[in-house]
């Protein structure tokens, strides 16, 4: 054993951050039809999103060239972006187009089967509407989906009608408004026949996930008439309605304390199909993320479980739930044309892959990997869950990854980086990830936290967070730094605590305290009331529930933001940052830097250029992965395989006064008198993602998962 090894530090690794970075390929929303499977795919060496489609024959062809890019920016997370469509050539022969959103100019373009050429459906508005979660319109000559208008520093949103024939493009007025009025809304969703349009809505300052309402309403040529609550309320979240006829609806609800799965008629009371104190569906940060699917036979697949969901077959004419069974531990994003189901699936060992179940055998076939080449399996750790009671009695789930290296080991306990993820109502699942293994590979233990507020345990572990956020997200992250030292696995003297936007701030503020070493904040909160200023209009109101309405909490706010509590910081700290980030501003990580350098902390900020919520880039990813491990190796001892990073004790050069952003932000409710610096604190406007961003997980390039806060 070398005497590195010994020390849990410098391990030899084959995983190179490079690596990690141009490995992996990210895979999102799947459609199928007849066969054929379409769906969104991540290209981080190019910056961009691409459309994929598989052929019923196992062709996989790749639609779009660069520099077409997929992707909607509404709500700044977006979801789903793309939609297989029917088109007739000139025999009359239908052959699927494909609608999606160009990132760029945000408008909806359809590109018709065997063109390179995409044609525009809206009009060229400068990106002021957005468009995302498009579904076929039952006269299969329209798709509707939710319109985001951001003009005159306010948004709008409404449901649409867009016409296929490209009328839009040229004519406003031809894309049709449906519905509005609401401050939010996600999935339309047309009868089979057009008769009714059912939608879910809901309201500031509640969150999707807190309380929205199903919505039906009589569809005509006048638009949507006769509309009323189906389902759901203020204290009720209901999500992804889907026909099973042109009468009955299913729909997820967590009314009984878990998204459970419910049936209902056009009017009637909504029955429960298979009440279980578990998830039957994801939370609803992203437009268009579906958990189940109807099929003709009247079964339904359903993806159920707590942080990792899997697939089961509910049959409503014998009640009866049957699992299929797969070494895959982690799904989502189902789509079906009522006989073929294909989702994304992972597990620890297993990278992101597009699959496709027969629901008939329960066979499950990879239809596409997104890594080619992984590391050697001996290198990538086995993670352990873990349940442990917190501070305050409440149960904290967590899993746990220990150093894993063939060619080296260690005696005694070891480094770890406990990381929390963002969101904070967002949660970490056991999905391969690469950077895990980076860090693990190299004789440093990872623990991630589903600390109180994360989704899969429930509405009550959600709420745990209500006006804790700061609190309860740093007591539960500290009990499993302290577990691992209790049992012998964990260096107290080097722990690390990370992680991306809201994860980035619980770390800030668990360094008040005394058990962590270091921390990592990628583009992480560190200013409460400058968030509430600037944020985008979705979160905006975020904070009423996780930490207090505004201005009655000002001095909670204060109180709770790491930039007024650098005087209790005394550890090394590393700040990432993308200067095009909407969400978490980047000043908001200039003034944590500022504080800290006033106090003669060390610290660095790494700031990237052309980068937002999320790191996507090739570029950005290997130096705040390559930033991150020379970190550790400075503060716990050891020489990493990378170069050096500097820290410092002053503060940065001041930055310039950010523009408004513009897009309809709370400044009414978040009025507080104050001005926007307040000296010695350094407290400036600012703004909050589940791992690494509109998902990035763990700052890689992930489409499937959105971040928040």
């Given amino acids: 054993m070398s005497e590195m090894s010994s020390t849990h530090g410098s391990w030899p690794s084959p995983i190179s951050a490079g690596d990690v970075a141009r490995g992996v390929r990210r895979m999102a929303f799947p459609s199928v039809v007849d066969g054929e499977v379409w769906w969104e795919e991540s290209r981080p060496e190019e910056g961009r999103t691409t459309l994929m489609r598989r052929g019923s024959d196992g062709t996989v062809t790749e639609l779009l060239p660069s520099p077409w890019s997929v992707g909607t920016r509404v709500h700044e997370y977006g979801g789903r972006a793309h939609l297989p469509v029917p088109r007739r050539d000139d025999k009359a022969i ?166 459970n799965l419910y049936q209902a008629g056009v009017t009637g009371q909504a029955i429960a199909l298979y009440p279980a104190e578990e998830e039957f569906h994801t939370s609803p940060g992203r437009l268009g993320d579906r958990s189940f699917c109807v099929l003709d036979s009247g079964r339904v697949v359903a993806l159920h479980g707590h942080a990792d969901m899997a697939p089961s077959v509910y049959d409503p004419d014998t009640l009866d739930l049957t699992p299929v069974e797969t070494g895959l531990t982690t799904w989502s994003m189902l789509d079906t044309d009522g006989h073929t189901v294909v989702g994304v699936a992972s597990s620890p060992t297993e990278p992101q892959c597009l699959v496709r179940l027969d629901p008939e055998s329960g066979r ?46 260690a005696d005694g306990p070891a480094p770890y980086a406990v990381w929390a993820h963002g969101g904070p109502v967002s949660v970490s699942t056991l999905e391969f990830d690469p950077v895990k293994a980076y860090f693990t590979s190299r004789g440093i233990g990872v623990a991630v936290v589903n600390y109180g507020g994360s989704t899969g345990y429930g509405r009550s572990y959600r709420k745990r967070l209500h006006k804790e956020w700061g609190v309860v997200d740093v007591e539960d992250c500290s009990a499993v730094a302290r577990a691992l030292v209790e049992r012998g696995e964990a260096d107290p003297a080097r722990l690390a605590i990370r992680g991306p936007s809201a994860g980035g701030y619980t770390a800030l503020m668990a360094l008040t305290g005394d058990t962590f070493a270091c921390g990592v904040s990628l583009f992480g909160v560190t200013d409460l009331l400058g968030f509430s200023r600037s944020t985008h ?51 908001q990580a200039t003034a944590m830097a500022t504080a800290l350098g006033r106090r003669g902390v060390p610290h660095a900020l790494l700031e990237f250029e052309g980068e937002a919520h999320g790191f996507t880039g090739q570029d950005a990813r290997i130096r ?86």
């Fill in 94 to 259: 239908i052959r699927r187009g494909v609608v999606f959103c160009q990132s760029s100019d945000q408008r909806l373009y359809l590109l018709a089967r065997g063109s390179r050429d995409p044609v525009p459906l809206t009009p060229d508005d400068g990106a002021a509407s957005r468009y995302a979660d498009p579904v076929l319109g039952a006269d299969g000559r329209s798709v509707l989906c939710v319109r985001e208008r951001h003009e005159e520093g306010s948004v709008r949103r409404s449901i649409v009608s867009v016409p296929l024939s490209g009328r839009g493009a040229q004519d406003p007025a031809a894309v049709r408004e449906l519905v509005s009025g609401a401050d939010f809304y996600a999935s339309p969703t047309p009868s089979p026949d057009g008769t009714h349009l059912a939608y879910v809505r809901w309201n500031h300052p509640r969150m999707p996930w807190d309380g929205s309402e199903l919505r039906v309403g009589t569809l005509g040529e006048s638009g949507l008439t006769g509309e009323y609550t189906l389902k759901g309320g203020v204290d009720e979240s209901v999500v992804s309605p889907t026909w099973a006829d042109d009468a009955t609806l299913y729909v997820a609800s967590d009314w009984p304390g878990f998204w």
């Fill in 364 to 409: 499950v076939e990879v239809l596409r990997r997104s890594a080619e080449s992984l590391p050697d399996v001996a290198y990538l750790p086995v993670p352990r869950q873990m349940t442990l009671p917190g501070r305050y009695g409440a149960p904290v789930h967590a899993n746990v990854y220990p150093p894993t290296n063939p060619d080296a080991g």
């Fill in 537 to 587: 209009d979705f979160e905006s109101r975020f904070l009423d529930s996780l930490v207090g309405t505004l201005p009655g909490f000002v001095e909670r706010y204060r109180e709770r933001s790491p930039v007024n509590r650098a005087g209790d910081i005394d550890v090394p700290v590393l700040l990432l940052q993308g200067l095009e980030d909407r969400v978490v501003t980047p000043d």
């Fill in 624 to 709: 705040s992965l390559e930033a991150e491990l020379a970190f550790y190796g400075r503060v716990f001892g050891f020489e990493a395989d990378v170069a050096p990073l500097e820290l410092v004790t002053t503060p940065p050069r001041p930055r310039p006064e950010p523009e408004a952003a513009g897009d309809g932000t709370a400044d009414e409710h978040a009025e507080t008198g104050e001005p926007e610096e307040t000296g010695e604190t350094g407290e400036v406007p600012g703004t909050v993602d589940e791992d690494g961003g509109a998902e990035e997980a763990s700052g890689t390039a992930d489409a499937a998962t959105p971040d928040r806060t």
